[in-house]
């Protein structure tokens, strides 16, 4: 099929689109005789008749009706390569690549790339999930060009960041675990007495020790690790509340409040922020959805459940 255009793809189509050759000429402002000859070229180079012309008008054929869904993925794959070109030939970046923490509301970032998706639907986009300090340090060494983290998290001299929610944590231990009998604030004596879980870097010792009580601690790399342990009353430790409010919920987990705490029953909130290296210039994409992530995180807090 060294012969075969992309023309006559689009004749073809514009063919059963419009039901005639008479009526595709039209619609391509062409001679009928040329819509007629691109066809007839096709077909050449397919090796077989795609339409029956027996008929008032043509209709596709077996082979047409077989080969039509191709020559739409042809047709539409081509349209989306000249939309992405002249996007970025405008300045447009290719592409999108985010950080974000995993104790951010996965509701909330959902929300923000579906937005993201509509406006900008040839930019791809790379996402990666962090806990702590790595999730800016994705940033500050320009691996991502935005990051979702932990605002103490941050280097104000390196990056520029804008506020977005306030994740709420909550301490929570098993059913079966002894603090779940506790009744009203637990003095930090008797939580020093059992195994914290306590989230810690991927990559090693990171930032210092934030909301520890216990002496003895486990630590883990990975949030969904965590909880799955604290199912398994294998310690006490906090989660963001939206990932434990079914649990709560049901039974499954149960809040303990610590003495140090003042009493907030409703836990501690851990301010997040979108951040970007402050020497780089945002692109067109990547600056919409900085500004986008900072509408929706306003419209959801308190965050949505998820």
């Known amino acids: 099929m060294d012969g075969l255009t992309l023309d006559q793809v689009q004749v073809f189509l514009t063919v059963v ?80 690549s985010l950080v974000v923490d995993a104790m951010f509301p996965m509701a909330v970032l ?33 691996s991502c060009a935005l990051g979702i983290v ?19 944590l909550a301490l929570v231990v098993a059913p079966s675990h002894p603090l779940a009998a506790r009744t009203g604030p637990v003095p930090a004596a008797e939580l020093r007495d059992h195994v914290q879980l306590v989230l810690t870097e991927r990559s090693g010792p990171g930032a210092p020790d934030r909301g520890v009580h216990a002496t003895q601690t486990w630590r883990i790399g990975d949030l969904g690790a965590k909880l ?19 649990d709560l ?14 009493g907030r029953a409703g836990g501690l909130s851990l301010p997040m922020c979108v951040v970007h290296r402050t020497r780089d210039a945002l692109g067109p994409a990547t600056r919409w959805m900085a500004d986008h992530l900072v509408a929706v995180s306003r419209a959801a807090d308190p965050p949505a459940e998820s």
């Open 110 to 142: 959902l929300e923000a790339l579906k937005g993201f998706r509509a406006h900008f639907p040839t930019v791809q986009t790379r996402l990666y999930v962090e806990t702590l300090s790595r999730s800016a340090q994705l940033v500050i060494d320009g």
């Open 228 to 246: 799955a342990m604290l199912r398994a009353g294998l310690g006490f430790g906090s989660m963001p509340r939206h990932m434990v409010a079914a």
């Open 17 to 96: 689109e419009t039901g005639s050759f008479s009526a595709a000429a039209r619609a391509m402002n062409r001679a009928q005789s040329a819509v007629t000859y691109a066809v007839q070229r096709l077909e050449e180079q397919c090796g077989m008749a795609l339409f029956d012309r027996d008929g008032y008008r043509p209709v596709l054929n077996e082979a047409g009706r077989a080969l039509l869904p191709r020559a739409r993925r042809i047709a539409e794959a081509v349209g989306a390569l000249r939309m992405e070109a002249r996007g970025i030939a405008g300045g447009l970046e290719a592409e999108l």
């Open 249 to 262: 919920a049901k039974g499954d987990l149960v809040r303990i409040v610590p003495e140090d705490w003042d």
């Open 150 to 168: 932990v605002a103490s998290a941050t280097d104000t001299a390196v990056l520029t960041r804008r506020p977005l929610l306030g994740v709420e």
